[in-house]
């Protein structure tokens, strides 16, 4: 069973990001401190598959003149190539 949980410890995400594909700056969770001073609202996500972490998704709330939107940058990222999206 899929299920998707906000993650509100920094260990755990870095701790999963470190056995992840690919590697990017633009999902550590530094990045998504960084866009909370920036006044954007941000969401941690984990995504677990029978309670195992399988996923992470950083989701940055952009709010903008063209409109509000939901940002994902390079991700979601995942631990097994089997959930490659």
Known sequence: MIDIKEIKEKTVWEDFLIFAKPKTF??????????????????????????????????????????NFLFCPHGPVFKNIKYKI
């Open 26 to 67: 633009l999902h550590s969770w530094n990045w998504g401190e960084f866009n909370k001073k920036l006044g954007n609202k941000v969401f941690y996500l984990g995504i677990y598959d029978d309670g195992e972490l399988a996923g992470v998704a950083l989701i940055i709330k952009i709010s903008a003149r063209r409109g």
